[in-house]
């Protein structure tokens, strides 16, 4: 199980298929199921778990459960909450110490947030979760978030405007849990290839305004201002609101196939990147629409 977010690299997905890597066999007189695939923590995958019943340990149907280790006990929804509480009360806390001591410091703030960028890459492309990597990225990025929210803030007609957009974040991810919860949405191998393709454009789209806006100057592409701003704006928390469906998903599969417990890290990883990530849209799209 990869991590999840914008980071194009998610664990959870298989590379040569597309879509979720966690999918059952079909069960016996069930219907066929059409996103069943290998089971990533079965034999070759996982040490600790059978490839025909990934809740297995080479028992038999009447066996008692095992007695799991610490080594082999396997991910709840318990561990996903306590650690993904853990890793956002990390970025609220360094967001409250960049709000209040970094806001006239921007030039800092912006190094801790690049800084925290490369610790997500790092984190990304690393087979196991890192603790260490997962609490200083959400530290670092917290201070760079507080940091810049505070600056908002305090900008003519910005007042309240990160409280908004922490609001706005919440309404998504609620939402967004509600929708997939009921099954509204469903996350199948063609909705993961739109949200991939959709995310990496908005990415090359926005690294290009970035370009034109250093070497040319003004506003660029006009990705940050007047009604394009606001289109593009509402597509990148739309965006981040689908993430956050491949998130669930993530967690979901994983809980069912009995994925290791350290995993758990990184479902936390990837769910802090994509509210992360609504944040900065929601927060972009407000300053705009109270900034005309």
């Known amino acids: 199980m990869r991590s999840s977010n914008p980071v194009f690299s998610r664990r959870g997905f298989s590379r040569d298929t597309g879509y979720a890597g966690f999918n059952a066999p079909p069960q016996a007189g069930a219907a066929a199921n059409p996103y069943a695939g290998a089971n ?13 019943d990934p809740y297995a340990q080479g028992r038999p149907a009447t066996q008692a459960p095992p007695q799991y280790t610490p080594q082999t006990r396997p991910m709840t929804m318990d561990d996903v909450v306590a650690r993904t509480g853990m890793t956002l009360g990390t970025v609220i806390a360094g967001a409250t110490v960049g709000w209040i001591f970094l806001t006239g410091s ?19 492309f690393k087979r196991k979760p890192s603790p260490a990597l997962i609490l200083g990225y959400a530290a670092l990025e917290g201070l760079f978030l507080g940091a810049l929210s505070g600056y908002i803030n305090g ?11 922490v609001l706005g974040t919440m309404a998504v991810f609620v939402a967004m849990l509600v929708a997939y919860k009921t099954r509204i949405v469903r996350v199948t191998a063609r909705f993961t290839r739109f949200v991939m393709i959709a995310a990496m454009g908005f990415v090359l789209l926005s690294l290009v305004n970035v370009l034109f806006m250093v070497f040319g100057g003004g506003e660029g592409l006009g990705f940050r201002s007047g009604g394009l701003g606001i289109v593009f704006g509402i597509v990148g928390v739309v965006l981040g609101a689908l993430f956050l469906a491949l998130d669930f998903k993530q967690v979901e599969d994983g809980i069912a196939y009995g994925a290791p417990r350290e995993e758990s890290w990184l479902a936390a990883f990837g769910l802090t990147l994509t509210l992360v990530w609504i944040y900065m849209e929601m927060l972009r799209l407000i300053s705009i629409l109270r900034g005309d």
């Open 40 to 52: 990533p923590y079965a034999q070759g995958g996982n040490p600790y778990a059978d490839p025909a």
């Open 155 to 165: 900008l003519p007609n910005m007042n309240g405007a990160p409280m908004q957009a």
């Open 106 to 124: 921007l030039g800092f703030a912006i190094g801790a947030g690049l800084v925290a960028m490369v610790l997500a890459l790092v984190q990304s």
